[in-house]
């Protein structure tokens, strides 16, 4: 089947079969490998990306049901070879230590943080809860989700 | 992992996807959310040759009352019903299971009319809709009946849905004054299924006793619960401890739970016994506007 869709802004069109999910034609088509795949059964959350602004698990989609949809991945949160707020974040306050979750950590953080600007850490906790990470303990990703806000808020980029 | 080979479709209306689904018959599987779907058919625990993905049709999510009733387009995401300040201010029972199912990510996707469709005894909202004396509308090339919740779960992962019809609409009856309902979980951790949960909704009498009163249990047995005996020794009574004691007992003894990695059937039971009377007090609390 052919489907057309949108990722980070640029438009792609592929043939696929109906059965290949859409993390394996963001990897593998599109070679966008930002978006990992962990337990392939829904649960951790490493490959989720955003569909028409809303985080989903792309290991749980098939990439048919993408066609004419805008998709957001890992890669187009940088702009112009400059991190996101959210990524620096991540640096600054160690929100990773081995980095296998970071790209799904990231994007639900994005989604979550234009919903709720100013979080508690308990809404961050909650937010987050579709995403293991088995590095951390999730105490440093918190902080960086909650400096992040307090970046943006003050409009830094 | 990859699923089995099948056919796709995307049908943009009702009438196109039921003549699909008439002529497919057993073959096809309607996709709605496809969190529960799409993992089972990667595990390979369905293969099913057609797959009718009905998120093209138009009008099929939203929430509305009217005439009576709540009405829950079967498409309706979980976040959508988790985020309307319609269902949290008028339907706690409702808010609270949405927060509690599979976890945030997912219910981006979820859809009420699927977790009721698939039939899984594990899932939230059966018991939710059984506690709310809910009904399920589905249409066919035969037309759209309305079939009650106490009909519709046939048995495990069995619903009264039939091959050709698809569910198209959930509708609650709208609380009369003096009502409360909750949802009490215990999960192991978010994402995971219940070990039990119980749903209460009650109405009280001018006088204070019970009016009305369903008590539902998740993942207690084949089939999600209607806990009957125990609605019915409530109804008309003072909902003191000691009525809401005896009734939590009896809803353990309709629960009827295999033991697994979540627990002994003796332990799940008395889970059930302490939810129930977590989940009235809580109930109880709201319908006397303390909730």
Same mark, same amino acid.
């Given at each position: 089947?052919?489907?057309?869709?949108?990722?980070?802004?640029?438009?792609?069109?592929?043939?696929?079969?109906?059965?290949?999910?859409?993390?394996?034609?963001?990897?593998?088509?599109?070679?966008?490998?930002?978006?990992?795949?962990?337990?392939?059964?829904?649960?951790?959350?490493?490959?989720?990306?955003?569909?028409?602004?809303?985080?989903?698990?792309?290991?749980?989609?098939?990439?048919?049901?993408?066609?004419?949809?805008?998709?957001?991945?890992?890669?187009?949160?940088?702009?112009?070879?400059?991190?996101?707020?959210?990524?620096?974040?991540?640096?600054?306050?160690?929100?990773?230590?081995?980095?296998?979750?970071?790209?799904?950590?990231?994007?639900?953080?994005?989604?979550?943080?234009?919903?709720?600007?100013?979080?508690?850490?308990?809404?961050?906790?909650?937010?987050?809860?579709?995403?293991?990470?088995?590095?951390?303990?999730?105490?440093?990703?918190?902080?960086?989700?909650?400096?992040?806000?307090?970046?943006?808020?003050?409009?830094?980029? | 992992?990859?699923?089995?080979?099948?056919?796709?479709?995307?049908?943009?209306?009702?009438?196109?996807?039921? %003549?699909? +689904? &008439?002529? =497919?018959? @057993?073959?096809?599987?309607? #996709?709605?959310? *496809?969190?529960?779907?799409?993992?089972?058919?990667?595990?390979?625990?369905?293969?099913?040759?057609?797959?009718?993905?009905?998120?093209?049709? %138009?009008? +099929? &999510?939203? =929430?509305? @009352?009217?005439?009576?009733? #709540?009405?829950? *387009?079967?498409?309706?995401?979980?976040?959508?019903?988790?985020?309307?300040?319609?269902?949290?201010?008028?339907?706690?029972?409702?808010?609270?299971?949405?927060?509690?199912?599979?976890?945030?990510?997912?219910?981006? #996707?979820?859809?009420?009319?699927?977790?009721?469709?698939?039939?899984?005894?594990?899932?939230?909202?059966?018991?939710?809709?059984?506690?709310?004396?809910?009904?399920?509308?589905?249409?066919?090339?035969?037309?759209?009946?309305?079939?009650?919740?106490?009909?519709?779960?046939?048995?495990?992962?069995?619903?009264?849905?039939?091959?050709?019809?698809?569910?198209?609409?959930?509708?609650?009856?709208?609380?009369?004054?003096?009502?409360?309902?909750?949802?009490?979980?215990?999960?192991?951790?978010?994402?995971?299924?219940?070990?039990?949960?119980?749903?209460?909704?009650?109405?009280?009498?001018?006088?204070?006793?019970?009016?009305?009163?369903?008590?539902?249990?998740?993942?207690?047995?084949?089939?999600?619960?209607?806990?009957?005996?125990?609605?019915?020794?409530?109804?008309?009574?003072?909902?003191?401890?000691?009525?809401?004691?005896?009734?939590?007992?009896?809803?353990?003894?309709?629960?009827?739970?295999?033991?697994?990695?979540?627990?002994?059937?003796?332990?799940?039971?008395?889970?059930?016994?302490?939810?129930?009377?977590?989940?009235?007090?809580?109930?109880?609390?709201?319908?006397?506007?303390?909730?």
């Amino acid at each position: 089947m052919r489907v057309q869709l949108s990722v980070n802004g640029e438009k792609h069109e592929a043939d696929v079969e109906p059965r290949l999910l859409l993390v394996h034609l963001l990897r593998e088509d599109l070679r966008l490998t930002g978006t990992h795949i962990g337990c392939d059964t829904s649960h951790c959350g490493a490959c989720t990306i955003l569909m028409d602004g809303r985080p989903v698990k792309s290991c749980t989609v098939f990439a048919v049901q993408a066609n004419g949809k805008q998709l957001m991945t890992v890669e187009g949160l940088e702009q112009d070879g400059k991190l996101h707020p959210l990524q620096a974040s991540f640096m600054s306050e160690h929100g990773l230590q081995c980095g296998y979750c970071t790209p799904g950590m990231l994007m639900t953080g994005y989604a979550f943080l234009q919903k709720n600007p100013r979080p508690s850490e308990d809404e961050v906790r909650m937010a987050i809860s579709g995403n293991l990470c088995r590095c951390t303990g999730y105490v440093n990703i918190v902080k960086a989700v909650q400096h992040a806000a307090a970046t943006i808020s003050q409009g830094g980029a | 992992m990859i699923p089995a080979a099948f056919e796709y479709h995307a049908p943009t209306s009702l009438g196109e996807a039921t %003549a699909l +689904l &008439a002529r =497919l018959g @057993e073959d096809a599987k309607v #996709l709605s959310g *496809g969190q529960s779907l799409i993992p089972m058919m990667k595990l390979r625990l369905a293969s099913p040759p057609h797959v009718v993905d009905i998120n093209g049709i %138009a009008g +099929l &999510a939203g =929430l509305r @009352e009217a005439d009576g009733f #709540l009405r829950i *387009g079967a498409l309706t995401r979980e976040s959508d019903l988790e985020e309307s300040a319609l269902i949290r201010t008028r339907y706690p029972l409702l808010h609270e299971t949405s927060k509690v199912i599979a976890d945030p990510i997912v219910r981006n #996707l979820a859809t009420v009319g699927g977790n009721l469709a698939h039939g899984d005894p594990a899932n939230d909202h059966p018991a939710t809709m059984l506690a709310l004396g809910a009904e399920v509308v589905a249409t066919s090339p035969r037309g759209e009946r309305t079939i009650p919740i106490g009909a519709f779960f046939t048995g495990p992962f069995a619903t009264a849905l039939r091959p050709d019809e698809i569910l198209i609409e959930v509708r609650v009856p709208v609380p009369a004054a003096r009502s409360g309902g909750a949802y009490v979980k215990l999960e192991r951790k978010v994402g995971d299924f219940a070990t039990a949960a119980v749903a209460v909704q009650l109405t009280l009498s001018a006088a204070g006793t019970c009016e009305q009163v369903g008590i539902g249990l998740t993942n207690v047995g084949l089939t999600p619960i209607k806990a009957t005996a125990a609605e019915a020794a409530l109804k008309g009574k003072r909902l003191d401890d000691a009525a809401m004691a005896q009734a939590a007992k009896l809803a353990a003894e309709a629960s009827d739970p295999s033991a697994d990695l979540r627990g002994s059937v003796e332990y799940k039971r008395d889970l059930v016994r302490v939810l129930t009377g977590r989940a009235l007090r809580r109930a109880l609390a709201r319908a006397e506007g303390k909730g």
